[in-house]
């Protein structure tokens, strides 16, 4: 039946779109929070302000984490999970920049330009701050866009950004992550499959003492 399997290749595009670049995601959240110790700790300490220790962050904590939410930005932008996209073609000629995109041209995206190139000045750098206005509120870039953007945007981002934020949240707030020796750093080689993961590496998690 069409109409099924049409449903049933739905459903596996949201669960990959929504659960494996989770997984990714996360993986390299770990990796930057070792890397990154004085920016684990501020988010320590945020989450330590607006929940505390007696429960774990949920949802409705989200709008009251604003340095929470902007690390988990970059760490998006950064890891930039899906460096080239998915493919297009175009239906009809496009123009774009005074250049003419012919008929049933494939379009293949350059997220590494778009999340870490000249637009950002210090792109290679770990910065969540510039996802952050002066009064210290989260400040959307119409450049930052890990999910694409237009009718194809990924089907699972609504999913993925929940999961990312109450997992990321919640592992911040119990452990503190470190490397496995001190003092070496675990690399952001990566290796390419589906999605771009880190290479392998060991991390300490040690329980916060509350």
Request: hydrophobic share 40%.
């Amino acid at each position: 039946d069409v109409g099924y399997n049409h449903l049933v290749n739905t459903l596996i595009d949201l669960f990959i779109a929504g659960s494996e670049t989770t997984s990714t995601t996360l993986t390299w959240a770990v990796l930057y929070m070792i890397r990154e110790p004085v920016i684990q700790r501020k988010v320590q300490t945020e989450l330590d302000t607006v929940v505390g220790g007696s429960r774990l962050p949920s949802l409705a904590d989200r709008p009251n984490l604003p340095y929470t939410e902007a690390v988990l930005m970059e760490i998006q932008r950064c890891a930039n999970i899906v460096p080239n996209g998915v493919h297009h073609m175009s239906s009809k000629p496009v123009h774009v920049n005074g250049m003419t995109i012919p008929a049933n041209t494939m379009i293949s995206p350059c997220f590494t330009e778009l999340l870490k190139g000249d637009y950002w000045r210090d792109g290679m750098v770990f910065r969540p701050e510039r996802f952050l206005d002066e009064s210290g509120a989260v400040k959307f870039d119409e450049h930052f866009i890990p999910f694409s953007i237009g009718k194809r945007r990924c089907l699972g981002e609504t999913l993925a950004k929940a999961e990312l934020f109450l997992f990321f949240a919640s592992i911040v707030q119990q452990f503190d992550l470190k490397p496995e020796i001190s003092g070496q750093l675990p690399s952001e080689d990566c290796i390419t499959g589906i999605t771009v993961l880190p290479k392998p590496f060991k991390v300490i998690c040690k329980p916060v003492l509350t």
